[in-house]
């Protein structure tokens, strides 16, 4: 089973070619199946799920994530592997960690450096570059992680709970978010606009 989920503008699949590299270990069918919805689905934001020759779409609401939402933090349910998963479907791992509302930061099992969110991957900014969580760490491969990675200098770095640090949230379906974070500043607005324009031209239809 694959499993993704999007945001579709009039201009397209945000992210297009990562959600469709997701989809890919399902198939040909699966893929000639995106190919389709991503011509012609209605703007909107959208869970796939690939098994086999069948791909089910589901419209969802909206994002979990919100501009200025707080945040917590608890233990990853992932803290027993290593490296990017794959994106996973509810019921799952992360349904344990989530609370409706706010923004979960998932660390070691120590409690001392942050892997994730709850619903997203979180990156930092050093005044000069991103900071990526190192590869090694488990958390779900993030597809927005990974084009930010392609028109941005980066760095990989462990996030440290007791740092200040300026951290985002950022997901295929929300883009970018600044959260409620005791100590840290926000990240440069024009960063945040360089970030965001980045997203916005990975959207396409084919």
Same mark, same amino acid.
């Given at each position: 089973?694959? !499993?993704?989920?999007?945001?579709? @503008?009039? $201009?397209?699949? +945000?992210?297009?070619?990562?959600?469709?590299?997701?989809?890919?270990?399902?198939?040909?069918?699966?893929? @000639?199946?995106?190919?389709?919805?991503?011509?012609?689905?209605?703007?909107?934001?959208?869970?796939? &799920?690939?098994e086999g020759d069948r791909l089910a779409i589901t419209a969802l609401a909206a994002s979990r994530l919100i501009d200025g939402m707080p945040t917590r933090a608890r233990v990853s349910p992932l803290t027993h592997l290593r490296g990017a998963q794959p994106k996973p479907a509810s019921p799952c791992s992360y349904d344990t960690v989530?609370?409706?509302?706010? $923004?979960?930061?998932?660390?070691?099992?120590?409690?001392?450096?942050? !892997?994730?969110?709850?619903?997203?991957? +979180?990156?930092?900014?050093?005044?000069? /570059?991103? #900071?990526?969580?190192? =590869?090694? /760490?488990? /958390?779900?491969? =993030? +597809? @927005?992680? $990974?084009?930010?990675?392609?028109?941005?200098?980066? +760095?990989?770095?462990? *996030? *440290?709970?007791?740092?200040?640090?300026?951290?985002?949230?950022?997901?295929? #379906?929300?883009? #970018?978010?600044?959260?409620?974070?005791?100590?840290?500043?926000?990240?440069?607005?024009?960063?945040?606009? @360089?970030?965001? =324009?980045?997203?916005?031209?990975?959207? &396409? &239809?084919?």
């Open positions: 089973m694959s !499993y993704t989920t999007l945001r579709i @503008t009039d $201009a397209g699949v +945000v992210l297009h070619s990562g959600h469709r590299e997701r989809l890919a270990p399902a198939g040909h069918a699966a893929l @000639t199946a995106f190919d389709r919805f991503a011509a012609s689905a209605a703007p909107g934001i959208y869970s796939l &799920r690939a989530r609370q409706e509302g706010v $923004a979960t930061l998932l660390t070691s099992s120590d409690g001392s450096e942050i !892997y994730e969110a709850c619903v997203a991957a +979180v990156i930092g900014w050093d005044g000069a /570059r991103l #900071v990526c969580v190192p =590869s090694d /760490r488990p /958390r779900v491969a =993030s +597809v @927005t992680e $990974a084009a930010l990675r392609l028109g941005l200098p980066f +760095v990989e770095a462990p *996030l *440290l709970v007791a740092d200040t640090l300026p951290l985002a949230l950022i997901n295929a #379906v929300k883009g #970018v978010c600044e959260v409620e974070l005791p100590n840290r500043a926000a990240l440069p607005q024009d960063v945040l606009a @360089t970030m965001r =324009s980045l997203l916005a031209a990975t959207t &396409r &239809r084919a």
